[in-house]
């Protein structure tokens, strides 16, 4: 009991040195870890928002590619219009031809598809049912091109699908 | 840290979002869009699809593409919506054993909490891949009408998918905690919800930290879609009238008329016009035949005026009309509006709610994913809660960081304040750069200091200026005096100048460089804003008559150089061109002062070519230089 009270006296005395020296190393942890931490936040920042950027700059003229295709539809349509014969036709489609080059150097490619080969609703959209010499569930034919931006499809192929013979 | 998924599992799309650094973001789903379509198919190679996929084989699978289930969700067969909807569902519906509803898909029956689990399985599963983590928990949206048996069904619907569903919440009061409204008190608050195939208002009330739905209402058979189809069928009527071809039959046709259409509506949100411009659309015996019409905002109002009148008599029968058909309440005691749902970015609709409410509605959220991100806002309280800390938000609001309220200038030549520490950059910060003499043989240069957004330095208020001095005689540009702002986080601004020749340097420390008083801080924006013509003006001036007088430094130093290569001819044109803009330079003619030195610079040139043409590679003409900072 008088060991406890002595000790208990004992202890005041150094106490407040020793408080104030472990708040101050308290403290001074803390904001260590805190500028630590900005820190690695801002650096952190950087690679991610350099990143952002790269995505960015490859996908975000996405929405233009889009129009861009609305343009192409109307060309095709345009030069399935044209008899073969028409000397307009074939300049036209190399016009065609040049945008497609300038816009598949921007990542932009033509999505192939082949009547007779099954239908794939991962680059594929179904708009219709017709009978055709395909087997059923496969396409039939193709409606609208389908095109990929650096691999993501940003618009599927249009196909009818097969409803086999009649 | 586990991370608690927010996902708004929507009737026709759905979408998912996340606490991430601090920050509340909508997670992509893996064909890299925000938003997933709420479908579920079996295809007919006993494939399961789910989302976008099974949306684009719908058409030619309908029986088995499953849409909507939202609609059935936890609700009895004999409900009569159920009977509603069963009139245009494409797959079948029958009586389960327990009285509520099941859904065939391929050549199974299921039930709709295990169509939505399929739905959700997808996000989770994309969530995961998108994060690089395992996600678990999840809280999951519902409207507020939804009972007490479609919430279960809803979140039987999380757990089948593998989910802790932590938290079923009402999707107004997520866009609630999206805007932050859970931090008001005592307010009353209206949710106009304009989805694409719904379209549902709350009344909510806001006490204590709790969000009280007083009431809902709404149409679930009102939405975006019949806005889109309004537009084609008045495409598609006014063609016939032009042309006298009905386009209705032709599904490519349509098809294009239906995404022309689209863009046509978005683009009128902003612009007062659109063009639909579809050439080649279909053809007759006389050939191919066009589609272009031009289609105004006046036009698109008055074809959906029926529906935006119809939703505002909705809500205001929901706030006003008595409980518990309404919440019983005035238009005036609601306090704030919130507007959910894409179609809500049509003016015509946030003017037509402005008006009810006569105030303006909150709109800063994306309408499409605002629920989304209230979810995960709902998840990070719970996940804070879990962890025993504050939420990202909160902590991040702990070290609070200062922000310089104006640009900290330096005066650089004829008057210009130059900004070194743009206004708003948060503190502590500091920038270098490095500053030049405006003569010859200069060998001081004063460092003065100023604050504000006029561009002239005697319009904004000096904070100090001190010399710098003892640089050694150069010609003019060629000293460098390095400048330093450094403010700390306590808005003490310390500049230093060093001469990087001598390393001689000077500094001054100003303490109050972001203490000014609000007063002061608005007056002197308004006077920015006020002045910012004129002051534009007096930029222009000055910078052209500092760029006439580098022009003339250079004529004077390029003849002294040149000696006698240069004819006689043109020295008497160079020179007589320098007094020209010696002359015009004093006077207020910007046109005079451009035109002047552009016609030295010409000559200037002439020069140049002459040396190098014919002198050889050793000779040197006039060196191009670039405008100095000088100080």
Redesign the interface.
């Given at each position: 009991m008088s060991d406890t009270e002595h000790n208990a006296g004992a202890v005041p005395q150094e106490e407040p040195q020793d408080t104030a020296a472990d708040e101050c190393r308290r403290e001074r942890d803390e904001y260590l870890d805190?500028w630590k931490r900005a820190k690695a936040?801002l650096i952190?920042?950087k690679r991610?928002e350099g990143d952002r950027i790269a995505h960015a700059m490859k996908?975000g003229h996405e929405r233009v590619m889009k129009?861009v295709i609305?343009v192409l539809?109307?060309m095709d349509?345009?030069l399935?219009?044209l008899a073969d014969d028409n000397s307009a036709k074939k300049g036209m489609f190399l016009i065609k031809a040049q945008l497609e080059d300038s816009l598949k150097r921007h990542g932009l490619e033509r999505i192939a598809v082949e009547a007779g080969e099954?239908?794939d609703?991962?680059k594929?959209?179904?708009?219709?049912?017709m009978e055709s010499p395909f087997p059923?569930?496969s396409v039939a034919e193709e409606?609208?091109r389908g095109y990929s931006l650096y691999g993501?499809?940003v618009r599927?192929c249009?196909v009818r699908?097969s409803k086999g013979h009649s | 840290m586990a991370k608690i998924l927010g996902i708004d599992l929507g009737t026709t799309n759905s979408a998912m979002a996340v606490m991430e650094n601090g920050e509340l973001r909508v997670l992509e789903n893996n064909e890299g869009n925000r938003t997933t379509p709420s479908i579920v198919a079996m295809s007919k190679s006993n494939e399961r699809l789910t989302g976008l996929l099974a949306k684009r084989q719908g058409v030619v699978n309908p029986q088995n593409t499953v849409s909507s289930v939202k609609r059935l969700i936890g609700r009895k067969f004999s409900d009569p919506e159920v009977k509603r909807d069963a009139a245009w569902l494409s797959y079948a519906i029958k009586e389960s054993a327990q009285g509520g509803v099941d859904v065939k898909m391929g050549d199974r029956w299921y039930t709709p909490e295990e169509i939505s689990a399929m739905i959700l399985q997808k996000m989770k599963l994309d969530a995961e891949a998108k994060l690089g983590q395992p996600v678990n928990d999840a809280v999951i949206t519902v409207p507020a009408y939804f009972d007490d048996s479609q919430r279960q069904a809803t979140k039987n619907a999380g757990e089948i998918a593998g989910f802790t569903v932590r938290r079923i919440i009402n999707e107004p009061t997520a866009a609630a905690l999206a805007y932050g409204m859970n931090r008001k008190k005592n307010e009353k608050i209206v949710v106009y919800d304009f989805g694409g195939g719904t379209f549902d208002i709350s009344v909510l009330e806001i006490a204590d930290n709790t969000v009280e739905v007083r009431a809902t209402g709404g149409d679930t058979h009102l939405g975006g879609d019949d806005f889109d189809k309004r537009i084609i069928e008045f495409l598609v009527s006014e063609y016939k009238k032009q042309e006298g071809i009905d386009i209705s039959k032709d599904s490519l046709a349509i098809q294009r008329l239906k995404e022309a259409a689209e863009r046509a509506k978005h683009e009128l949100s902003t612009a007062m016009e659109s063009e639909i411009n579809l050439p080649y659309i279909t053809s007759d015996a006389a050939g191919p035949k066009h589609f272009v019409m031009k289609m105004t905002r006046a036009k698109l109002e008055d074809l959906v005026r029926d529906l935006i009148d119809h939703s505002i008599a909705l809500v205001r029968e929901t706030v006003t009309a008595a409980k518990p058909k309404g919440a019983g309440l005035q238009i005036s005691e609601i306090d704030e509006v919130l507007l959910v749902g894409g179609q809500t970015r049509m003016p015509a609709i946030q003017e037509a709610v402005k008006k009810l409410f006569n105030k303006e509605p909150h709109k800063g959220i994306n309408p499409d994913e605002v629920v989304a991100i209230g979810a995960a806002a709902q998840g990070e309280i719970l996940s804070a809660k879990d962890e025993n800390r504050k939420t990202e938000g909160e902590v991040k609001d702990i070290l609070l960081l200062d922000v310089t309220p104006l640009s900290l200038s330096i005066e650089t030549l004829g008057g210009v304040a130059t900004p070194m520490i743009q206004k708003n950059t948060t503190i502590p910060t500091a920038k270098t750069q490095v500053f030049s003499t405006a003569a010859d043989n200069q060998t001081s240069v004063e460092v003065h200091i100023g604050q504000g957004e006029r561009p002239m330095m005697s319009d904004n208020k000096t904070l100090a200026r001190f010399i710098l001095d003892g640089i050694p005689p150069s010609p003019r540009g060629v000293p460098q005096v390095e400048v330093t702002f450094d403010v700390d986080a306590n808005g003490i601004l310390n500049v230093s100048a060093k001469d990087k020749a001598t390393g001689k340097s000077q500094s001054v420390r100003i303490e109050a460089s972001t203490s000014l008083n609000k007063e002061e801080i608005e007056r002197l924006k308004q006077e920015a804003a006020a002045h910012a013509a004129e002051d534009e003006k007096k930029r222009e001036f000055i910078e052209a008559k500092n760029q006439a007088e580098s022009a003339v430094y250079l004529a004077e130093k390029g003849l002294k150089d040149a000696g006698d290569k240069v004819p006689q001819e043109l020295k008497d044109s160079v020179n007589a061109r320098v007094t020209r803009v010696k002359e015009v330079k004093e006077k207020e003619d910007l046109e005079a002062i451009k035109t002047a030195t552009q016609e030295l610079t010409q000559e200037l040139q002439k020069i140049g070519e002459l040396l190098y043409n014919n002198k050889g590679p050793d000779a040197k003409g006039p060196e191009p230089e670039k405008p100095e900072n000088t100080a």
């Amino acid at each position: 009991m008088s060991d406890t009270e002595h000790n208990a006296g004992a202890v005041p005395q150094e106490e407040p040195q020793d408080t104030a020296a472990d708040e101050c190393r308290r403290e001074r942890d803390e904001y260590l870890d805190g500028w630590k931490r900005a820190k690695a936040d801002l650096i952190n920042y950087k690679r991610e928002e350099g990143d952002r950027i790269a995505h960015a700059m490859k996908t975000g003229h996405e929405r233009v590619m889009k129009d861009v295709i609305a343009v192409l539809d109307s060309m095709d349509l345009g030069l399935m219009s044209l008899a073969d014969d028409n000397s307009a036709k074939k300049g036209m489609f190399l016009i065609k031809a040049q945008l497609e080059d300038s816009l598949k150097r921007h990542g932009l490619e033509r999505i192939a598809v082949e009547a007779g080969e099954m239908f794939d609703p991962l680059k594929h959209e179904a708009v219709g049912m017709m009978e055709s010499p395909f087997p059923e569930g496969s396409v039939a034919e193709e409606v609208e091109r389908g095109y990929s931006l650096y691999g993501k499809v940003v618009r599927p192929c249009r196909v009818r699908v097969s409803k086999g013979h009649s | 840290m586990a991370k608690i998924l927010g996902i708004d599992l929507g009737t026709t799309n759905s979408a998912m979002a996340v606490m991430e650094n601090g920050e509340l973001r909508v997670l992509e789903n893996n064909e890299g869009n925000r938003t997933t379509p709420s479908i579920v198919a079996m295809s007919k190679s006993n494939e399961r699809l789910t989302g976008l996929l099974a949306k684009r084989q719908g058409v030619v699978n309908p029986q088995n593409t499953v849409s909507s289930v939202k609609r059935l969700i936890g609700r009895k067969f004999s409900d009569p919506e159920v009977k509603r909807d069963a009139a245009w569902l494409s797959y079948a519906i029958k009586e389960s054993a327990q009285g509520g509803v099941d859904v065939k898909m391929g050549d199974r029956w299921y039930t709709p909490e295990e169509i939505s689990a399929m739905i959700l399985q997808k996000m989770k599963l994309d969530a995961e891949a998108k994060l690089g983590q395992p996600v678990n928990d999840a809280v999951i949206t519902v409207p507020a009408y939804f009972d007490d048996s479609q919430r279960q069904a809803t979140k039987n619907a999380g757990e089948i998918a593998g989910f802790t569903v932590r938290r079923i919440i009402n999707e107004p009061t997520a866009a609630a905690l999206a805007y932050g409204m859970n931090r008001k008190k005592n307010e009353k608050i209206v949710v106009y919800d304009f989805g694409g195939g719904t379209f549902d208002i709350s009344v909510l009330e806001i006490a204590d930290n709790t969000v009280e739905v007083r009431a809902t209402g709404g149409d679930t058979h009102l939405g975006g879609d019949d806005f889109d189809k309004r537009i084609i069928e008045f495409l598609v009527s006014e063609y016939k009238k032009q042309e006298g071809i009905d386009i209705s039959k032709d599904s490519l046709a349509i098809q294009r008329l239906k995404e022309a259409a689209e863009r046509a509506k978005h683009e009128l949100s902003t612009a007062m016009e659109s063009e639909i411009n579809l050439p080649y659309i279909t053809s007759d015996a006389a050939g191919p035949k066009h589609f272009v019409m031009k289609m105004t905002r006046a036009k698109l109002e008055d074809l959906v005026r029926d529906l935006i009148d119809h939703s505002i008599a909705l809500v205001r029968e929901t706030v006003t009309a008595a409980k518990p058909k309404g919440a019983g309440l005035q238009i005036s005691e609601i306090d704030e509006v919130l507007l959910v749902g894409g179609q809500t970015r049509m003016p015509a609709i946030q003017e037509a709610v402005k008006k009810l409410f006569n105030k303006e509605p909150h709109k800063g959220i994306n309408p499409d994913e605002v629920v989304a991100i209230g979810a995960a806002a709902q998840g990070e309280i719970l996940s804070a809660k879990d962890e025993n800390r504050k939420t990202e938000g909160e902590v991040k609001d702990i070290l609070l960081l200062d922000v310089t309220p104006l640009s900290l200038s330096i005066e650089t030549l004829g008057g210009v304040a130059t900004p070194m520490i743009q206004k708003n950059t948060t503190i502590p910060t500091a920038k270098t750069q490095v500053f030049s003499t405006a003569a010859d043989n200069q060998t001081s240069v004063e460092v003065h200091i100023g604050q504000g957004e006029r561009p002239m330095m005697s319009d904004n208020k000096t904070l100090a200026r001190f010399i710098l001095d003892g640089i050694p005689p150069s010609p003019r540009g060629v000293p460098q005096v390095e400048v330093t702002f450094d403010v700390d986080a306590n808005g003490i601004l310390n500049v230093s100048a060093k001469d990087k020749a001598t390393g001689k340097s000077q500094s001054v420390r100003i303490e109050a460089s972001t203490s000014l008083n609000k007063e002061e801080i608005e007056r002197l924006k308004q006077e920015a804003a006020a002045h910012a013509a004129e002051d534009e003006k007096k930029r222009e001036f000055i910078e052209a008559k500092n760029q006439a007088e580098s022009a003339v430094y250079l004529a004077e130093k390029g003849l002294k150089d040149a000696g006698d290569k240069v004819p006689q001819e043109l020295k008497d044109s160079v020179n007589a061109r320098v007094t020209r803009v010696k002359e015009v330079k004093e006077k207020e003619d910007l046109e005079a002062i451009k035109t002047a030195t552009q016609e030295l610079t010409q000559e200037l040139q002439k020069i140049g070519e002459l040396l190098y043409n014919n002198k050889g590679p050793d000779a040197k003409g006039p060196e191009p230089e670039k405008p100095e900072n000088t100080a």
